[in-house]
C-alpha cells in the first residue's frame, strides 16, 4: 500500500482509538485499488467528525454544511457527470440534519457512493444520541436514556428501492473494503453504512459490542433478492454485515435522466441566435 | 392469465414481450435484451420460462427489474413440481457460483495451445515423428476445448460483466474468435495431409504459424482473463471518463470560455446598451394624443379571463397599440374572484391604473369584488341573469349568445367581440388573434363575430376615443411578463442548471427554464426542499455549472445558511426571488417589494453578495445577464429580487440585440500547485473545477488556509477575512449606477418593480420639480454613486412595503430621506394612486 491518497501537512482531529482512522484508511485503499484518477473524484462532506474524512484524502473534496452533503454531491454530478462522486458523513449528519436529503437521493438514484459512518452518536457536539443510538443509550440530554426507535438506515434505503444496500463494520475491515469497493462499481446510487467506535462518547458500541452483535452474510446470500434484504435489514442483533441488496441495473441514473448529453457543464454555453430567435417569437 | 393468453404477448410485430416464471408474468417489452421477443436466440417471449431458467446462466433475479403483470393461472396447479425443481435450481446456482465453468474450461485450451507450440518448436528444431503427432492431437484437444470454454466465458461476460465493452473484453473476443478459426484452418491443412509439416510449402510453413500464433494468442487471453478476474485493471477499475482537456484548451483559445486574469481591471460593460431603446413615444408616432383606455375583466379562476387577457392584448397589439395588462388573483385554482386588468394606450404603458374605463364581468360575484375600481363614468358589462338592479351595468347576452354556440365557455370569446365593437375597433386582429390562440377550434370566431355585431350597437360618448394607430412599430414589439423577460436574462447570462422548489410566485421562472432545458441542455431537478435547492445549485457551481434556484421569502428564508456557505465556500450562487407579502405564508399570489432586508441580511458571518432589482422588461434580461457574469467573476451569490407584480405582469419590449450578452467563464485550469483560496490582490482567487486540470480543488465551509485545509490560526483567520472583504470592495465599484430622469430637484427614489408606477405618476403630475431616481442595483450601493442624490434639495422615497427597507440603506450612507411613501396592502402601486400619495406628499413638504 503505497500513500498515493494520503494528503500531507494535515492535522487530524479524531481521539486515538477513533473507529474513523480505519476507514480513512479503507478509503485510500479502495481509491488506490480501484485505480480512481484523483482529479476526477470529489469527496463531498458535511460536519461533524466522520464529515472530516476527506480532508485527510487527497481528491478533490466540497466541505459544505451539517447535513448538507447529499445534495451538494446532486448538484456536482448534475454539473459534470463524468466525476466520481463520494458524501460521507456521520449518522446525525446524514440520517438527522440530512433525512430528507436522504430519502431524496436514493429515489433520485444520483450515481453516487454514500458512505456513512455510524458511531450510533453525535461525536463532535460530546457526545448527544444520534438518530441511530439504541434505546436505553444515556446521555448528558438523554438522561433517561433513548426512548425513540432507532432509523433504520438500510429498510428506508431498500423501500426507496435503492440499488445497493450495505452496512459494515470497521472492526471487520478487510470484510468493509470489499463491500466499499463493490459500492465504488455499482452504477447508481450506493449506501454503504459504517458501524465506527466512538472511544469517547460512546461506551456502550464499543469494537466488542459490535464484534459480538454483528455476523458478515454467508456467500450463499443472494443479495439481488429483494425480499431477502428486507427481512436482513430488518434483523438485529447479531446483525448481518454485507451487500444486503444490490440490484445491478437499477436503472437510468439521475444525470443520465436529466440530460441527453453528459458533457460536463462547465464548457457547455448557449446560443445567443437561438435565444435571439426565441425572444422574437414573442 | 392463462398459458394461452400469455402466447400472445411474443413481442413480436409490436405487441408486448411478456415472459412467465413461476407463476408470475413479467412485462420484458422494455429490455434490450429481449428485443423482438426473443432473448439470445434462445428464449422467446410469450411463454413460461420456468423450467428453461435451469439451464440460462443466471438465476431468477434477473426478472426483478421487470414490472409485474399478472400471474399465471395454469402455472399454480404445478406447484409442487416447481418447488423442486425450485430447489434444483437454486443448487444449480450455487455450483455455478463455486465452480465458475469458465476458469475451469479455460486452462485446457490455454495449457494445450502451449503444449502444442512448444512442441512445434522442438520439432522444428529436431524433425521427430513423435513430435509433429504430439502437436497435432494437443492442438486438436486445444481447440475443440477452446469452443468449450467460450460458451461459458461469453455467459460470463454476460452475467458477471454486463456485456462490457471494457477494452479488456473487447480484446479477448477478437483474440478468441481468431484463435478458433485459426485452429479450425489448421486442423485441417493437417488432415488434408499430415506430411505438410516437413515440407515448407506454403501450407506447411501456415500450418507451423498457426501453431506457434495461437500459442501466443492464450497467453493474450490469459493476461486479458487474469486482469478481469482479479483485476486491477478489468472491472474492478472506476469507470472513469478521462477528460479530454485537450479539447477544453481549444475551447478556451477560442473563447468559448476564459481562463481569467483575475487581477485585471474591473467594470463590466453593462449590457442595457443592448436595449436598442427603452420603450418610448418613439416606438409610436411623435405626437401622441396620450389616450388611454382601461379595461378590468373580472371573474372566478377557471372562467377563462387569462385567456381574454391573451387574446385581447395580442389583438390590441396588432391593431397598433401600446398594451400593459396585470392580474391580482386569490391564492386558489378555482373560484374566488380574480381581476385582469388591461390598459390599451397610443403611448408606452408600465403600470397598472386602480380606475378603470371599462369593467367586464364574468361572473355576478366579480361585479361586487370589481366595484372599488369604478370612477362616476365606469362602463360596466355584464350578463343579463347577474341581476343587477337599479346598477349602471349594461346588460348583454354573454351566456345566452356563448349556449347557442354550444358551450358556456364562448362567454370570454364573445366579450372580447363585445368589447371590440362597442370601441368601434376594426376586428381583423381580434380575428386573427383568436384563429392564433385557438388553431382556428370550436366557433370561437363565430362568438366573438356575434360579440362584435352587439358590440358595435352599443354607443357609448363617454368612453375615452383611441386614435386610429395602426402603428406598424409597435406591432413589431413583443409582449411579454417580467417572469420570461427574467428567464430570458437568465439563459444570456449562460445558465445551464437549476434546481427549485415550487413556490408562488418564483415558479414561473423554473417553468421557463424547464420549458427551455431540452433545447439549450439545462440540468433541471426539483428539489425536496429549498435547502436542498441551493446546496445543489452550489454543488453545480463547484462542478463547474452556471447554476440558479428560483424561490419566494419562504423559501429563501430557508436557505440562509447554504447562502452563508457560498460566501465562506466563496462558490457562485444566483437566486432568483420573487417576494410575496409576509410574514409566513402570508398572501401568496399578491404583490409586496418586502423581502429588502432578508436579502441583504440572511445567512449568518459577513461576506460579499449583490443584489439586483430590475423594473422593467429590459432590466429583468440586464440583471438576469449580470446576475452570473457577477456571481461568476467575484465567486458570490447574486440575488435578483423580483415580486409577484412585475413577474405577473405583461409590458412591451423593443427588440434586444442578444449578441451583446457575451457570456464569460471565470473558470482557470488547474495546475498540481493549484490553490483553491490563493490569496490575490483583488481578493478573487482563481476558481477551478474538478477535472479540469491536473489540480485538487479543496473548498470548504469552515474557515480555511489557502489550500482549503481547515484552520483556526488566527492570522489565516484574519488573512482570509481580508480577501473576502477585499471582493466587497470591488463590487461597489462594480455597481449600476442608478438612472435619473428629469431636471427637478426633489427626488422621487424608487428601487425595483415600482419603476414603472413612479414614472407614470411623475408624467401625470407634469411637474417641472420632480425627477425620478431609480436603482436597479440596490445592493452594494456605490457611495460615489449615491453622492448624485446631494444635488436634490428632497427625497421622497417610495417603496412597496412597510419598513422602508430602501430608505434604511439611504440612511446608513447619511442620505437623509424627507419623505417616505409606502405601500403593503398586496398590491403593486398603481400610478394614478401613486399620483395622489406624491401630490400628497409634495404638499407636506413645501
Ligand atoms: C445546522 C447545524 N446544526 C448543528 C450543528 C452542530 N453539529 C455539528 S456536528 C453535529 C453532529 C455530529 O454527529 P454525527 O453527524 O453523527 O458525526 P460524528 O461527529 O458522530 O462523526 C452537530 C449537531 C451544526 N454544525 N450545524
Ligand atoms: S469523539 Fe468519537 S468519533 Fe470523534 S474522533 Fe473521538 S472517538 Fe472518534
Ligand atoms: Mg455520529
Known sequence: MSHLFDRENVDVAWCPGCGNFGILKLIKEVLEELQVEKNNTVIVSGIGQAAKTPYYVDTNMFGVLHGRALPAATGIKMANPQLNVVAEGGDGDMYGEGGNHFIHTVRRNVNIVHVVHNNMVYGLTKGQASPTSQKGFETKVQVNGVTNEPFNPLAVALSLRAGFVSRVSIANAEHAKEVLKAAFLHHGYALVDIFQPCVTFNKTNTYHWFRDNTYALEDSYDSSDFNAALGKAFEMMPMPLGVIYQNKNSGATLEENIRKSGEPLYRTSHDLGKIQELFESY | ?846
Not at chain 2, 338 to 356: G, I
Not at chain 2, 465 to 492: E, S, V, Y
Open chain 2, 1 to 846: 392469465m392463462t398459458v394461452e393468453e400469455l402466447k400472445q404477448y411474443d413481442g413480436r410485430n409490436n405487441a408486448k414481450a411478456y415472459v412467465a416464471y413461476k407463476n408470475v408474468v413479467y412485462d420484458v417489452t422494455q429490455s434490450p435484451l429481449w428485443q423482438q421477443g426473443e432473448h439470445q436466440g434462445a428464449h422467446n417471449a410469450g411463454i413460461d420460462l420456468t423450467s428453461e431458467l435451469l439451464g440460462a446462466p443466471h438465476g431468477e433475479e434477473v426478472f426483478k427489474k421487470f414490472p409485474v403483470v399478472g400471474t399465471l393461472e395454469e402455472a399454480s396447479q404445478k406447484k409442487e413440481e416447481h418447488s423442486s425443481s425450485e430447489l434444483l435450481k437454486t443448487h444449480l446456482r450455487l455450483l455455478y457460483k463455486k465452480y465458475h465453468p469458465h476458469p475451469m474450461t479455460v486452462h485446457f485450451p490455454i495449457a494445450l495451445h502451449l503444449f502444442a507450440a512448444g512442441f512445434d518448436i522442438l520439432f522444428l528444431a529436431e524433425k521427430k515423428d513423435a513430435y509433429a503427432i504430439g502437436v497435432f492431437y494437443s492442438f486438436l484437444v486445444a481447440t475443440v476445448m477452446g469452443f468449450v470454454a467460450m460458451v461459458p466465458g461469453m455467459l460470463s461476460w454476460w452475467i458477471n460483466y454486463n456485456l462490457s465493452t471494457h477494452y479488456a473484453f473487447v480484446v479477448k473476443l477478437i483474440v478468441a474468435a481468431i484463435t478458433l478459426v485459426l485452429g479450425v484452418i489448421g486442423i485441417g491443412i493437417y488432415l488434408e495431409n499430415p506430411n505438410i509439416v516437413y515440407d515448407y510449402s506454403f501450407l506447411g510453413v501456415t500450418y507451423h504459424a498457426i501453431v506457434l500464433l495461437t500459442g501466443l494468442n492464450v497467453i493474450i487471453l490469459g493476461y486479458y482473463g487474469g486482469k478481469i478476474s482479479w483485476g486491477n485493471l478489468g472491472e474492478e477499475k472506476m469507470q472513469t471518463v478521462s477528460f479530454d482537456t485537450n479539447e477544453t484548451d481549444v475551447m478556451m483559445a477560442e473563447g468559448k470560455f476564459h481562463d481569467v486574469d483575475y487581477e485585471a481591471p474591473i467594470g463590466f460593460s453593462t449590457p442595457t446598451s443592448s436595449v436598442k431603446a427603452e420603450l418610448s413615444a418613439k416606438h409610436g408616432v411623435e405626437e401622441t394624443h396620450h389616450v388611454s383606455i382601461s379595461i378590468l375583466i373580472g371573474g372566478a379562476a377557471g372562467l377563462g379571463i387569462d385567456t381574454l387577457e391573451k387574446i385581447l392584448s395580442d389583438a390590441f397589439k396588432e391593431s397598433g397599440y401600446y398594451v400593459f395588462s396585470t392580474k391580482e388573483f386569490m391564492s386558489r385554482v378555482r373560484g374566488g374572484s380574480n381581476t385582469t386588468l388591461l390598459r390599451v394606450a397610443d403611448f408606452p404603458l408600465q403600470a397598472p391604473c386602480w380606475e378603470v374605463d371599462v369593467a367586464i364581468a364574468l361572473d355576478a360575484l366579480a361585479l361586487e369584488h370589481m366595484k372599488h375600481r369604478y370612477k362616476k363614468d365606469t362602463v360596466i358589462f355584464g350578463d343579463e341573469s347577474f341581476n343587477e338592479k337599479g346598477s349602471d351595468m349594461i346588460a348583454v347576452e354573454m351566456k345566452e349568445s356563448a349556449k347557442k354556440f354550444g358551450d358556456a365557455r364562448y362567454a370570454n370569446t364573445y366579450m372580447a367581440g363585445l368589447l371590440f365593437g362597442v370601441l368601434k375597433m376594426d376586428k381583423t386582429a381580434l380575428m386573427q388573434s383568436i384563429e392564433h390562440h385557438f388553431k382556428g377550434e370550436g366557433a370561437n370566431k363565430d362568438v366573438a363575430e356575434s360579440g362584435y355585431e352587439t358590440g358595435t350597437d352599443i354607443a357609448i360618448p363617454s368612453l375615452p376615443q383611441l386614435p386610429r394607430l395602426d402603428n406598424d412599430a409597435i406591432k413589431k414589439l413583443h409582449l411579454m411578463d417580467g417572469t420570461t423577460a427574467c428567464g430570458f436574462g437568465f439563459l444570456a447570462g449562460g445558465c445551464n442548471m437549476i434546481t427549485a422548489y415550487p413556490m408562488s410566485p418564483s415558479t414561473g421562472v423554473l417553468n421557463f427554464m424547464a420549458s427551455m432545458s431540452k433545447e439549450f441542455d439545462i440540468a433541471l431537478e426539483q428539489s425536496e426542499d429549498e435547502i436542498a435547492s441551493l446546496m445543489m445549485t452550489l454543488g453545480g457551481w463547484y462542478g463547474g455549472a452556471r447554476a440558479m434556484t428560483s424561490t419566494s421569502g419562504g423559501g429563501f428564508a430557508l436557505m440562509g445558511e447554504a447562502l452563508s456557505l457560498s460566501g465562506m465556500t466563496e462558490t457562485p450562487a444566483v437566486i432568483y426571488l420573487a417576494q410575496r407579502p409576509g410574514p409566513a405564508t402570508g398572501l401568496p399570489t399578491r404583490s409586496e417589494q418586502g423581502d429588502l432586508n432578508l436579502a441583504l441580511y440572511s445567512g449568518h458571518g459577513p461576506f460579499p453578495r449583490v443584489v439586483l432589482a430590475p423594473g422593467s422588461l429590459e432590466e429583468c434580461i440586464d440583471c438576469g445577464y449580470l446576475a452570473f457574469e457577477l456571481a461568476d467573476r467575484y465567486q458570490i451569490p447574486v440575488i435578483v429580487l423580483s415580486d409577484q407584480y412585475l413577474a405577473d405582469s405583461i409590458f412591451m419590449i423593443a427588440d434586444v440585440d442578444f449578441s451583446a450578452y457575451e457570456e464569460h467563464r471565470y473558470i482557470a485550469k488547474s495546475t498540481k500547485e493549484y490553490e483553491r483560496y490563493a490569496d490575490a490582490h483583488s481578493g478573487i482567487s482563481p476558481r477551478a473545477v474538478p477535472g479540469l486540470g491536473e489540480g485538487l480543488i479543496c473548498a470548504v465551509g469552515d474557515e480555511h488556509d489557502e489550500r482549503g485545509q481547515i484552520t483556526e490560526d488566527y492570522e489565516m483567520r484574519e488573512q482570509m477575512v481580508s480577501k473576502r472583504a477585499r471582493k466587497a470592495a470591488l463590487l461597489t465599484q462594480e455597481a449600476l449606477a442608478p438612472t435619473c430622469k428629469g431636471k427637478g430637484e426633489i427626488a422621487v427614489i424608487g428601487w425595483g418593480s415600482s419603476k414603472g408606477a413612479i414614472a407614470e405618476a411623475l408624467e401625470r403630475l407634469d411637474d417641472k420639480r420632480l425627477s425620478h431616481v431609480h436603482f436597479a442595483w440596490v445592493h452594494p450601493l456605490s457611495p460615489e454613486q449615491l453622492s448624485v442624490l446631494d444635488g436634490y434639495k428632497y427625497k421622497i422615497v417610495v417603496e412597496n412595503n412597510a419598513d422602508a427597507a430602501f430608505a434604511d440603506q439611504l440612511k446608513l450612507h447619511d442620505i437623509h430621506v424627507d419623505d417616505k411613501i409606502l405601500q403593503s396592502n398586496g398590491f403593486s402601486f398603481f400610478a394614478d394612486q401613486l399620483t395622489n400619495m406624491i401630490e400628497k406628499s409634495l404638499k407636506e413638504l413645501s
